[in-house]
């Protein structure tokens, strides 16, 4: 196991920052972008596209897989960070969307409930440009993984064992980019069997955790903590 975690406690315990410290990188104290109260804010990356974390989780499974060669059965976690607040894109990836049609802004017609709120600050950003650069950075930041993530499947071509591999891709969460109040579903049916009738949400745990069931019409929130705020059931 060979880690890069977003914010480790010690330099000595992630092996990412220990890689910029051999490669003269070590005087970065903000790797993975500034964070704190600029989190949201665009920013550009003060590590190069040769040693960005990115390239380097890359790096290191397809020196997992070249080495293994299938000689033995294996199990690969390759885990990006990116893309994750905050959007610090290298140079490379930076401009890749500047101008291009992006996704319109989305939102409920109807209140969101207090934990929802919670989250409405990860958009809230001071004018519409604004919220178009973080925009252009968050899909160049997943395009930047998308080219990495090429090369290790292509090493798994040039190493003879993409036939036999199985290769899932998944994300521990999305981000909201000024959108609210969307529909959610299961990642574990079929392609193309989706039934879009009714949606199906739930989040967190313990008293936290609530479901929700959603028509084109109707959208019925069950709290398990109890109600939050002064909104309807059933709306």
């Known amino acids: 196991m060979e880690l890069m975690t977003e914010v480790p406690a010690y330099r000595e315990e992630d092996d990412y920052a220990m890689y910029l410290k051999q490669v003269g990188l070590g005087h970065i104290q903000n790797v993975h972008g500034v964070r704190n109260l600029l989190s949201m804010v665009p920013q550009r990356s003060l590590i190069p596209e040769e040693h960005h974390g990115t390239k380097w989780v890359a790096d290191r499974a397809i020196d997992f897989l070249e080495t293994n ?41 109807t209140p969101i409930s207090a934990l929802a709120r919670e989250n409405m600050l990860l958009g809230d950003l001071p004018n519409a440009s604004y919220l178009r650069r973080m925009k252009e950075l968050y899909f160049g930041s997943i395009s930047h993984v998308d080219f990495h993530l090429g090369r290790i499947l292509d090493t798994l071509e040039d190493t003879g064992l993409a ?23 299961s990642l574990l049916r079929p392609a193309g069997s989706r039934e879009r009738e009714f949606q199906y949400m739930e989040y967190s745990a313990g008293s936290r955790s609530w479901i929700s069931l959603r028509s084109s019409r109707y959208k019925h929130n069950y709290y398990y903590g109890g109600a939050r705020g002064n909104e309807p059931a059933l709306r």
């Open 69 to 109: 060669r299938g000689r033995r059965p294996f199990l690969l976690k390759a885990s990006w960070i990116a893309p994750h607040p905050p959007f610090d894109v290298v140079n490379e990836f930076a401009e890749l969307y500047r101008d291009q049609e992006l996704p319109a802004e989305r939102s409920g017609t």
């Open 163 to 185: 036939d036999n591999t199985v290769v899932l891709f998944t994300s521990d969460h999305g981000e909201m980019l000024g959108d609210y109040d969307l529909p959610g579903g």
